[in-house]
């Protein structure tokens, strides 16, 4: 840290007191001191610290209790708890709790400078870390589409591209890529931003259910009809339809939302009457809906008809460097909503993250997440809070390469992964490779150009 680094001790034994006083100040702390809890806090609130030293025992509360108040701040200072032998299960319940470490009495200037210098550094990474996660998530995310892999990048201009556009729109991907986030993305931007944005999942609803789901029902159109009900195409009249999985829809509900779109005018179940209906349509599917037209089970018409502008996701086993960036968005979306004091990802459990498949995309790591920080009995996830389909990769032996992948595709894939690992830190990235940074700088610039790039400045 470059400016004063600032303490405060809470303690009412007075020569505790003094002994780490007088220790901090000669190692360049600025320090305040408190005797109970109520004062710790009241000084906390008139000017923040960075370290926080507490006794376990105080006279007006637990250093439990005062723990729990100091990480209900919003910038809340790292706590270090002193401790003697016989009250130490309540240290390692801190720990758990939030607490950065604790230290046993009897105290000694040695102990406390080791322990304080490891813990002003552990600060001077978190804040690193905290900052490079705030300029990813302000570069690299796209209103809730996440990415900086050059696949997402493309995403990301493609939609921007589409701005004040009305065209229909495909949008491709498998399942859990985050077809909708990406439908929401372009009616965010479009001339119907204002309007409503209406979503139906296709898949497995019967036919029956679906056209009256699509284009409603009027009162007695069949057994249990008791009352009319509009469908999603009046529901998003003037806004935008999102339909998903479009590819499981029967033949002969393709003719019907082929004329729909193709004349703006619906007809509710049961009734003879059309309906005028102004959207904007979006399609999506995790098939290969070309495909699906050559088989006879989805109409060339239909396909032309909502395939004017295409927008194909990729699978996040296809930009692995996005995993760090999206596992710690994830991180804190969830130790917030849960009220866990987890903020970081361990290295092993982020090597696992790294190398894991993840046939479910997004929404399983998204899912993987949420278990970890349930679990997670510290402030960190680590690889034994881990789903065993993901753990499950520490019990195989060597590494997991594809069959007749050349050396260039295996170097690329070191680098980017390594990379990612550092969270875009080159110089860590390239001493974690054995590189030198002109070198990895060198490379970096040929996998996004495709040819041979200009050395960095020296």
């Avoid at 100091?70 to 003697?84: K, M």
């Avoid at 190398?355 to 278990?371: F, H, K, M, Q, S």
């Amino acid at each position: 840290m470059t400016q004063e680094r600032r303490a405060l001790v809470v303690d009412s034994d007075l020569d505790s007191r003094d002994l780490i006083r007088e220790t901090l100040v000669a190692d360049g702390f600025a320090v305040r001191a408190a005797e109970g809890g109520e004062a710790a806090m009241a000084s906390l609130q008139g000017e923040p610290v960075d370290l926080v030293f507490t006794a376990s025992s105080l006279p007006d509360m637990t250093g439990l209790a005062l723990l729990e108040a100091i990480r209900g701040l919003a910038d809340p200072p790292e706590v270090i708890f002193i401790t003697a032998y016989e009250t130490i299960d309540a240290a390692v319940k801190a720990v758990k709790r939030g607490a950065l470490c604790y230290i046993t009495r009897p105290l000694t200037p040695d102990r406390l400078l080791h322990l304080t210098r490891k813990a002003v550094e552990e600060i001077r990474l978190r804040r690193e870390n905290e900052a490079l996660r705030r300029e990813l998530d302000r570069r690299y995310t796209y209103k809730d589409l996440i990415g900086k892999s050059p696949r997402m990048q493309e995403v990301f201009q493609l939609i921007e591209n589409l701005t004040g556009t009305e065209s229909n729109v495909l949008i491709m991907g498998k399942s859990g890529t985050g077809k909708e986030l990406a439908a929401r993305a372009i009616h965010a931007q479009s001339p119907r931003k204002d309007r409503r944005f209406v979503a139906l999942n296709c898949g497995g609803l019967t036919e029956t259910l679906l056209e009256s789901e699509l284009f409603g029902h009027i009162k007695g159109a069949f057994t249990g009809a008791i009352s009319s009900k509009p469908g999603v195409f009046q529901e998003a009249d003037g806004g935008t339809l999102f339909l998903d999985e479009i590819a499981n829809m029967p033949l002969s509900m393709q003719v019907k939302l082929l004329r729909t779109i193709q004349e703006g005018e619906i007809k509710q179940v049961g009734s003879n009457q059309t309906v005028k209906v102004d959207v904007r349509f979006i399609a999506a599917t995790n098939r290969d809906l070309l495909q699906a037209v050559q088989e006879g089970v989805f109409r060339e018409d239909l396909y032309y008809r909502v395939n004017v502008i295409t927008i194909a996701l990729p699978d996040l086993a296809e930009r692995t460097e996005d995993i760090p960036l999206l596992a710690n968005h994830f991180l804190e979306w969830f130790a917030k909503k849960l009220r866990k004091p987890v903020d970081r990802i361990a290295e092993d459990a982020m090597g696992l993250l790294m190398d894991y498949a993840w046939p479910g995309n997004v929404r399983e790591l998204e899912n993987c997440i949420e278990r970890a920080v349930v679990l997670a009995k510290g402030s960190s996830i680590t690889a034994g809070e881990l789903p065993p389909s993901v753990r499950a990769l520490q019990q195989r032996e060597g590494l997991r390469l594809p069959i007749g992948i050349t050396l260039e595709e295996l170097e690329r894939e070191a680098i980017l992964r390594t990379l990612a690992h550092c969270n875009g830190n080159r110089a860590a990235a390239a001493k974690m490779l054995g590189l030198a940074e002109r070198t990895l700088y060198r490379k970096l610039r040929l996998y996004s150009t495709g040819r041979a790039a200009p050395a960095p400045p020296a």
